[in-house]
């Protein structure tokens, strides 16, 4: 197991609360530029909305649909150009990511189909993704073309699915999905403590003052999810550090009531549902985006041998953690799904299982907030050498920690030497030995030992791939825990509640439907 690290009482030139995306990347970015780093968060890295996303590596053609008609970009020039730059990066970082982590990503065949009395004429979608195109690469082409009705159903499964007679065509493109997004942010954790940076999952922000010129941040031990056990101690340690940096997603206004007694409001929360189903054989592989009924984007993706329809997209106002999946929005995303591919005739007894998350975009004059990568100043809010980061999908997390590190750097100078970074996929050994569950057992072992986990939930939804399969792990939790109890220090007592607690977790924000067979149908294997 690894070691929590011993930090009280310790000086950092930059703090880091918040080890999502934003925050693993601004601390891998900034620990490579020599600057001595801490990286704290409340739960496990990668544990809130980067454990929620869409898993698309998505090319932006959202940004080129804007909700007014096209010729007022003459009398709108700015958030033309906005539009733009912020469909570039997509690109670029899709490419980046793509080409530099291929382990971590699945090319897929999409469709954007077109109807004939859509809003979206043919011309214009075409528009959009030749305009997309530009900002491509070889390393990860769009590879957009336009298909006939009859000819993509003769080819493509999915598209026989579809209400053939309203449409006028399909657009067909490549699409990137993160094959799995939490491990994306722990390659990133892992990489920035290797090149030096401090981390401390589990580790809330209970105080946070000034001084002299530094930021002296209060830390307490936090509690685990579920039902695993709570922290042995409370004892509050201090940490002080030049710069503080907050990443913490749809929690970043809540740390700043740590410092200030009433901060400006500076994020959105946007909450996102998305339902889990298994499709046809002939649907394999291939996914699928279009506008829902209510204007607002709505998909299908690929997900091993399943798919999954969303997203909502509704304010969401109350601690993200308690933020659960509601009746109406699984029957809000069936019906979208069914009106998209009456053929399915889709009802809940095919839901397999469904989550939700929230998504922290930036605040500002409308309601739903900005979808671009926001960095606050906090010094107009009485907030000195103090950063606030906002509307950060994982998409261009490595985009916001270069621009971090560089903001960073404009004010200090590093303390230590600088080192290069690596963008690689941080592989587990495998070997030719046991597997539990597909997963081989020196996987597990490894993970266990080198990659500060605390819990089960750690392990198999955020180490290694198994909570998000189609029966969530659920019959492989004992043996997982068995297999690494030895490392983590775990009695039988400890392994019964870790298997408790993992069960509880999934029930509580996953639903499954594999909970719902006879207990037959999910024996638990031991190892």
Known sequence: MTAQPIIDGKKYDVIVIGGGAAGAASAQNLAAAGYETLLVDQGDFASGTSSRSSRLLYCGLAYFSPDYELWRFLYRPRDLFTRIRMARLSMRNR?????????????????????????????????????????????????????????????????????????????????????????????????????GATIANYTQVTAIDRAGDDWRITLAPAGHPGKAPKPASNATIQVSGKILVNTAGPWADRVLKKAIASPKKHLVGIKGVNVVVRLPDDCRGQGMETISSIDQPFYLMPWGDYHFFGPTETIYEGPPEDVRVLDEEIDFIIAEANRVFPKLNLTRKDVVYRWCGVRPRTSDTGKMGVKSFTMHDMAAEGMPNALTITGTPIMVHRHAGRKVAAEVARRISPSGRAR????????????????????????????????????LLDLMFRRVNMGWQGDMGIPHARAVAQSVADILGWDEQRIDEEVDAYRAYVADHFDPRILKSPAADYAEQTA
């Open 420 to 455: 290069p970074l690596s963008y690689a996929a941080r592989l587990l050994p495998s070997g030719d030995g046991p597997k539990i569950g597909g997963v081989p057992v020196e996987s597990l072992r490894f993970a266990a030992a080198n990659e500060h986990v605390h819990t």
């Open 95 to 195: 490419t980046h990511i793509a080409s530099t982590m291929p382990e971590r990503v699945n090319p897929y065949t999409f469709f954007f189909p077109v109807e004939k009395k859509g809003k979206y004429a043919g011309w214009k979608v075409a528009l959009g993704y030749r305009a997309l195109s530009l900002f491509g690469s070889r390393k990860a082409p769009l590879g957009y073309h336009h298909l006939e009705t009859e000819k993509a159903a003769s080819r493509h499964g999915l598209v026989r699915h579809m209400e053939k007679s309203k449409l006028s065509g399909l657009a067909c493109f490549r699409e990137y999905q993160y094959n799995w997004a939490e491990r994306i942010c722990i390659d990133t954790v892992m990489d920035a403590e290797r090149c």
